[in-house]
């Protein structure tokens, strides 16, 4: 009798031991799912910022002549543009900088690698810092996440050629005497 119970408690032992198993392989697959689907998140979330930055571009591409007269406006020189070209302007820079702010927001949540986020706030911070950009953004600056203000208020301008200086030629006689 004593042998039939050592066997009982043995076959306990090993179906325990083999319910722990199972419960350490399940988690290790879902370990293995969970960062297969971060990953897949995070390709995706790539792949709807150049979505979006694309079907930003069209608009500007678009409205190309309202836009560069835009982002390098003045007060007066703004004050030339027809109505309807002021909402035009108005329109693409608050759809870029909206943009722009998504990018932010998901670079915040871990979504966007620091080699992705260096080139986007670099760029966005280009065109943050155009004089027609920094008027607009006088006038509607509340219309964004604090977060992002923030960053785009408190961030130096990047060291890149803007559209501003290719347009005006400057960046061009630049590189040529270089």
């Known amino acids: ?27 290790i697959f879902v370990g293995l799912q969970v960062r297969q689907n971060t990953k897949a998140t995070r390709v995706q979330v ?32 703004l004050a030339s543009f027809s109505d309807a070209q002021k909402m035009t302007y108005f329109s693409a820079i608050f759809a870029m900088f909206k943009h722009f702010e998504n990018i932010h927001s998901q670079r915040e949540r871990g979504f966007i690698d620091n080699e992705s986020w260096i080139a986007w706030s670099e760029h966005a911070l280009m065109y943050f810092n155009q004089p027609g950009v920094k008027m607009r953004w006088e006038l509607r600056r509340g219309s964004f996440n604090p977060r992002f203000r923030n960053f785009l208020e408190s961030s130096p301008p990047p060291n890149v050629t803007t559209f501003v200086e290719i347009m005006g030629g400057s960046a061009i006689s630049r590189q040529v005497t270089e």
């Not at 792949?47 to 007269?69: D, K, W």
């Open 1 to 27: 009798m004593s042998a039939a119970t050592m066997t009982l408690e043995q076959l306990n032992i090993v179906l325990q031991l083999v319910g722990t198993l199972g419960v350490i392989g399940s988690l």
């Open 46 to 77: 790539q792949e709807n910022m150049t979505t979006g930055y694309i079907s930003v571009a069209q608009v500007l591409i678009e409205h190309a002549e309202v836009f560069t007269r835009g982002i390098a406006a003045t007060r007066e020189s």
